[in-house]
């Protein structure tokens, strides 16, 4: 990440992006290679205080705390000016103004190199996919009682129009008028409640043999779902469908 | 994928297409493999169907060919493991939507005044929530009054139902089902047996 | 165990847990499978470790171990084949994010003064932003004045960096040495200039 610059004379400089005053600090002091334990303060806050009127004659926003971290810099500089008072014993005010800021400097430091180990992971990451979610979602008011898909219902009729086959096919016109769906609706509900345990689909189009008679009897177990007359159940998925009436309150 | 001209290897082909299978939710249809492998079609088919054989036994996972392209999912015998898993995740098509889809499966391009004829119930919401779902699809105007939409299923639809394609479903055209009109409402309540 | 002490021969679990693998999108715990199928999570285990050496080699898959869970994903040296097919966005974090997300990380619970403090800014808008993408969360309030949110990183956070448990976060070491090369300013283009 670096900003980039273009000057009036038309170079184009870029600057790399600080996150924020000790990560530019951090990289003045690297960046010359000198003991982070014996910083030379003088130096590196003129640095630092240039880099900022840089950025500033840019018209760069630049945050708030890069000002505090310049102030606390010509603090410790100051402060390295004065004689060094007569110690009097382990007084910890003897001690290096510049202490602090290092502690913190390299506390600093050990998170910067640790999200680089963590870019690095993430690298490696995006170079893996895994699937996403399928869609599961709802596809209508829940107010179904049925234990099975539509999947399940036509395969069920595939199942048995493909068992009825071909060949046994005397689909004509008038069979066509012999059954109506109201008819067959009466049938199937009348054979539906002699069996209180409920009934298999398959046993329900054991006798008829015309596809149109599987077709209707299809039609007719949906209609009486609908009309929550009736519910339909499958212990295990692809097995037998049962179907059972729904008890009058 | 210019540079990727690389040779692949058999095996290096089959893992590669295995990936992608696996990550791509839809059917994936030869052609999008070949050109992203910017290999032949032959070459990628016939790595496919070897990658399907090592999927055909023993197996979670199995590559289905469906509505012209191929999909990992997984076998149907293990749905019971997968809904313990999922649990209240796995969603049902409602029971007005299983209706409405598979008469129009059986009799597309129908219009929705045909539906709720068979039906006996008007299909607005299901209509709605099935093309949102995108499991049917308007298929142009009928030439009638008002000039009516009708509708089919969808790519989609097959997928679903785990169809490859339409002539998979039971043969319906020539047995008929009842004509909207004569369907008649079915048992407006209590005029028949199941009394209320 | 009720009904579905169904026994499972070793073959058939490891086919089961391909099933489920493959279903979640997330990484997946031991339990959760030993759960859903009703099994002890040492058989669950000892079949799970099986099956990823049946994907060790050879494959387009892995499993890898992930979040405290198990994954079924690709394996790295195809990214540019899914690449080609899906064109996939994904993001990459920012620089204050991975700062900010380490500090966490490695400190937590930790409150936001205290990670300004360690940045040396102010990281309302990163963490707002970490917290928003699930990759830390409020872990309660610390006992001192203001009683300021304390925060940590999530199983999302594991999740994103491939990490399978914090354990697994590389050993924080001070760099007190001046590095030669490493400290060169990054002026020209570094890697991370894509992001944007």
Not at chain 1, 64 to 79: D, N, Q, Y
Not at chain 1, 125 to 153: G, H, T
Not at chain 1, 207 to 223: C, H, W
Not at chain 2, 158 to 185: I, Y
Request: proline residues 6%; charged residues 30%.
């Amino acid at each position: 990440m670096a900003i980039e610059l273009i000057q009036q004379s038309g170079y184009t400089i870029k600057l790399p992006a600080f996150e924020g005053p000790l990560d530019l600090l951090l990289h003045l002091i690297r960046e010359r290679k000198v003991d982070i334990y014996d910083i030379p303060i003088a130096e590196v806050t003129e640095q630092y205080i240039s880099y900022l009127s840089l950025m500033e004659s840019l018209d760069l926003n630049i945050a708030g705390e890069f000002f505090v971290m310049a102030s606390t810099l010509l603090e410790i500089k100051s402060r390295m000016l004065l004689p060094i008072p007569p110690s009097e014993g382990d007084n910890e005010e003897g001690a290096d103004p510049r202490a602090e800021l290092i502690e913190r400097l390299l506390e600093y430091e050990r998170f910067k190199n640790a999200s680089e180990s963590l870019k690095e992971f993430e690298e490696e990451r995006r170079k893996v996919f895994w699937r996403i979610a399928d869609d599961l979602q709802n596809y209508d008011a829940p107010v179904m009682p049925l234990n099975l898909e539509a999947m399940d219902l036509l395969f069920a009729l595939q199942q048995m129009l493909a068992d009825v086959g071909e060949g046994t096919e005397e689909v004509t016109s008038i069979e066509r008028q012999k059954i109506s769906l109201r008819m067959k609706m009466r049938q199937v509900w009348g054979r539906i409640k002699s069996v209180p345990d409920g009934i298999g689909f398959r046993e329900l189009v054991d006798d008829p043999k015309s596809r149109i008679e599987i077709v209707m009897t299809f039609l007719a177990i949906l209609e009486l779902l609908r009309l929550g007359k009736i519910k339909a159940r499958q212990k295990k998925a692809l097995g037998e469908i049962n179907i059972q009436a729904v008890k009058e309150q | 994928m210019e540079e990727s001209t690389q040779v692949f290897s058999v095996d290096k082909l089959k893992a590669a297409i295995e990936c992608m299978l696996f990550v791509t939710p839809q059917p994936l249809a030869i052609k999008q493999i070949a050109e992203a492998l910017n290999l032949d079609e032959a070459t990628v088919e016939k790595a496919l169907q070897e990658l399907r054989m090592d999927y055909a036994e023993g197996r979670g996972l199995q590559i289905l060919h469906i509505a012209g392209g191929y999909q990992m999912c997984t076998r149907p015998e293990f749905v019971d493991c997968i809904t313990a898993l999922l649990k209240p995740t796995r969603t049902r098509m409602s029971r007005a939507a299983l209706e409405t889809v598979a008469i129009i499966a059986y009799r597309q391009p129908i219009t929705q005044p045909e539906i709720d004829a068979i039906r006996g119930v008007n299909s607005d919401g299901v209509v709605k929530t099935l093309t949102e779902r995108n499991l049917i699809t308007q298929m142009g105007r009928k030439d009638s009054p008002g000039r009516p939409i009708l509708y089919g299923t969808t790519e989609e639809f097959l997928n679903h139902f785990g169809l490859s394609d339409l002539s998979r479903l039971p043969e319906l055209t020539d047995v008929t089902l009842p004509e909207p009109d004569q369907a008649v409402l079915p048992m407006e309540q209590p005029a028949e047996a199941p009394e209320k």
